[in-house]
Structure formats: C-alpha cells, structure tokens
C-alpha cells in the first residue's frame, strides 16, 4: 500500500471523530446531548445543494463545500462563539486543511484544501450558498430544540436568521419558522 493511500485512510478516521464530537454551543442553551459536528455538516451539505439549486449554482459544489466546513474542527476543536472571544487567534480552517491533506493523493488533497478555502473565502455562490446552509442548519437545529423545550434555543435561530444572505436561504428560513418541527411528517402521512 503506498503512503498516499495511508495517509488518504487515516484522514478518513480522522474525519469519522466528528461523529463523537459535539457542538458545545448548544450546551450553553442546556441541551444535555446536543447534535455531533458530523450530524451538523451531513444535513449543511443537503442544504447547501437546496439552496445552490435554488440560486441557480453547483449544488454538488455548494454541498462539497459544506460538508468539509468544520473537518477541521478534529484538530481544534468546536470553540463555541464565548470561547473564541478568550483565543488570541482563531485557528485557520485553510492552514488545517494543509496540515490534513499532507502526503495524500494530490487531486484529494487539493479537493479539500480548495473546499475549506472556498467556504472560508466566500469567493463563489457555491460558498455563500454552503455558509447560508450553516446558519440555515443552525436555525433548523435550534427550532427543533426549542421544540423539546430548550427555551433559550431562541437566540440561535434569532442569530443564525440575521445572517442568512443569500434570497433562497432567507426565503427558506421564513418557511422553516412559519411551520412546526414535525409538520413535514404531518403533510407525509396524509
């Protein structure tokens, strides 16, 4: 087996962490077991490509870029928004995204290193599209949490609503707060 073949199955172990890694933000609104980074990203990524769709880009663009937003976050961490305030500085998806990607094929490497930089850069619709659908998840989440009575879910879907950009993703987040989390199963079973 060669060392880029290696070093490809070890950043797929890496990636797999994410499974067991929380978004600490939602501790601070009291959510005991809140969703793991890798639930947040799979479901960014579908969103990514509804919203792309909508906007007329890339929807496999806009959801590639979505589900490697937070890879590096099996490196640093998911620093809630108070903690970041303590970091003298935020560590760099980009450069972790480097480290990451050392010694894998090359096209892999610069998938991913061109994914992590396009969201941090916001430099296509593709990307605005995928950080639309993080705060459009965001809001989702926190809708679904205030559902099962985490009142103070509201400032995450208050905050995650002002910063949605894109008319698709604003348009999409008015028809997810005018609905109640289980309306969809409603709708199905009729």
Do not use: F
Not at 87 to 106: F, N, Y
């Amino acid at each position: 087996m060669s060392d880029e073949t290696t070093r490809a199955a070890h950043l797929l172990y890496e990636v797999g962490t994410l499974k067991n890694q929380r978004r600490t933000g939602w501790w601070m609104a009291g959510v005991r077991d809140p969703e793991s980074v890798a639930e947040h990203s799979w479901r960014t990524a579908l969103i990514a490509s509804v919203i792309a769709a909508m906007e007329g880009a890339d929807p496999a663009k806009a959801a590639l870029i979505a589900v490697w937003h937070d890879t590096g976050e099996t490196r640093s961490g998911d620093i809630n928004h108070l903690g970041q305030r303590y970091l003298e500085s935020k560590p760099d998806p980009r450069g972790i995204a480097v480290d990451q990607t050392e010694g894998l094929p090359g096209r892999v490497g610069e998938v991913v290193r061109s994914a992590v930089a396009a969201y941090e850069e916001q430099d296509s619709p593709e990307a605005r599209c995928a950080k639309d659908a993080d705060k459009l998840e965001c809001l989702l989440q926190g809708v679904e949490y205030r559902a099962q009575g985490y009142t103070a879910a509201q400032r995450w879907i208050d905050g995650s609503l002002g910063r949605i950009k894109t008319a698709s993703g604003k348009a999409l987040a008015d028809a997810v707060l005018e609905q109640g989390s289980l309306d969809w199963l409603y709708a199905a079973m009729r």
